[in-house]
T-cell receptor
């Protein structure tokens, strides 16, 4: 079954304690990205990756890091989490397309993070 | 830059009522437009899409028409069911060869009562 898998689904942590949220896709997609979802703001892109070893900032990258060492995995790293990073996080992947950017994105089930 | 504006929710309807969720956008060029649905406790799923002006996307009884003249992509369904209760997101994908990001609206929660 084609899917994007995130772990963990729920996480409560304390300020400053490094954490990693994993994301894996089994569709051989080139493109992967991370979004955060906050009430009234919709989803905002944090980081994205066009392919292995190619990553770049999205709209709200401060306080986050990512890596793309393998095509299927795209972990999100919070080196020193703060309470304003409490949010619902989604990983998404999509295949490479040329021309018009009409590509559908496939989303993971989300990770609800609480930083106290 | 790109932006998407959706009507505020929640929208509460009785079963079999007609649904409209308004969505307007701002973008340069000719974006592709999407509606995603998020059921409770789940990730986002693509509901329908349209890639050029006057295209109509449809799925599961939902429809939306890409209107370039009014920069709109309103979601409609003729008869909603309790199982349609979810959060609906309008989104666009601009002609941006670099980021390929989706720009989302803030989401509209739909509650359908029996």
């Amino acid at each position: 079954e084609a899917q994007v898998t995130q772990n963990p689904r729920y996480l409560i942590t304390v300020t400053g304690k490094k954490l990693t949220v994993t994301c894996s896709q089994n569709m051989n997609h080139e493109y992967m990205s991370w979004y955060r979802q906050d009430p009234g703001l919709g989803l905002r892109q944090i980081y994205y990756s066009m392919n292995v070893e190619v990553t770049d900032k999205g709209d709200v990258p401060e306080g986050y890091k990512v890596s793309r060492k393998e095509k299927r995995n795209f972990p999100l790293i919070l080196e020193s989490p703060s309470p304003n990073q409490t949010s619902l996080y989604f990983c998404a992947s999509s295949p490479k397309r040329t021309g018009i950017a009409n590509t559908e994105a496939f989303f993971g089930q989300g990770t609800r993070l609480t930083v106290v | 830059g790109n932006s998407v504006t959706q009507m505020e929710g929640p929208v509460t309807l009785s079963e079999e009522a007609f649904l409209t969720i308004n969505c307007t956008y701002t973008a340069t060029g000719y974006p592709s437009l999407f509606w995603y649905v998020q059921y409770p406790g789940e990730g986002l799923q693509l509901l329908l899409k349209a890639t050029k002006a006057d295209d109509k996307g449809s799925n599961k009884g939902f429809e939306a028409t890409y209107r370039k003249e009014t920069t709109s992509f309103h979601l409609e369904k003729g008869s909603v069911q309790v199982s349609d209760s979810a959060v609906y997101f309008c989104a666009l994908s601009g002609v941006d060869t670099g980021r390929r990001a989706l720009t989302f609206g803030s989401g509209t929660r739909l509650q359908v009562q029996p």
